[in-house]
């Protein structure tokens, strides 16, 4: 099992642009989420889905879109990136009781 | 909401020495306690888990006891390692697929 994987990497675009964060995962989990996280304020949620077609806003959402099709995938849409979506953008999926990570996109707006 | 309050860091400890990081919870339901631990570079993973009041968590050489009479959750280690150095986070969960509340994270540097 790959588990939780994220491309790309690392990323820098233009303030305006857009974008979509690729997520996937194998373990066949209902449940996914994307959280942002940056300097002193932890992991903050942006969105989340408990399966395919159903989809939630978390904390932080303006300027991020998403959808879920299939089980595996979960992506995340910058619509008109600003250079405050700087950040680490993380995705996990899981059960109830155990969240898995993926290792980050690194995002810099300038 | 739901919250997790977590001790401000950097803690900075020398190898062998007792690790305390303080966490408390504010939730209206009966939630799942976590503490999920970030070395340099990576994405989180899941240390160790409680989902009921007295139940101890441990990994590792960690451990955390979920006290609801207090709403706390400390991790502890009686002797960390230079490897434990990485940032930790305390979390909860209300029930099943629900979002993770994170607290802010604690780094812990641990030298030689």
């Known amino acids: 099992n790959a588990g939780v994987t994220q491309t790309p990497k690392f990323q820098v675009l233009k303030t305006g642009q857009s974008m979509t964060l690729q997520c996937a995962q194998d373990m066949n989990h209902e449940y996914m989420s994307w959280y942002r996280q940056d300097p002193g304020m932890g992991l903050r949620l942006i969105h989340y889905?408990?399966?395919?077609?159903?989809?939630d806003q978390g904390e932080v959402p303006n300027g991020y879109n998403v959808s879920r099709s299939t089980t595996e995938d979960f992506p995340l849409r910058l619509l008109s990136a600003a250079p405050s979506q700087t950040s680490v953008y993380f995705c996990?999926?899981?059960?109830?009781?155990?969240?898995?990570f993926g290792p980050g996109t690194r995002l810099t707006v300038l | 909401g739901d919250s997790v309050t977590q001790m401000e860091g950097p803690v900075t400890l020398s190898e062998e020495a007792f690790l305390t990081i303080n966490c408390t919870y504010t939730?209206?339901?009966?939630?799942?306690l976590f503490w999920y631990v970030q070395y340099p570079g990576e994405g989180l993973q899941l240390l160790l888990k409680?989902?009921?009041?007295?139940d101890k968590g441990s990994n590792k050489g960690f451990e955390a006891t979920y006290r609801k009479e207090t709403t706390s959750f400390h991790l502890e280690k009686g002797s960390v390692q230079v490897s434990d150095s990485a940032v930790y986070f305390c979390?909860?969960?209300?029930?099943?697929?629900?979002?993770?509340?994170f607290g802010k994270g604690t780094r812990l540097s641990v030298i030689a």
């Open positions: 889905s408990v399966g395919a077609g159903i989809t």
């Open positions: 939730a209206t339901g009966y939630p799942s």
């Open positions: 409680a989902t009921k009041a007295d």
């Open positions: 979390a909860l969960s209300e029930s099943g697929n629900t979002p993770l509340v």
């Open positions: 996990a999926s899981g059960t109830s009781d155990t969240q898995y």
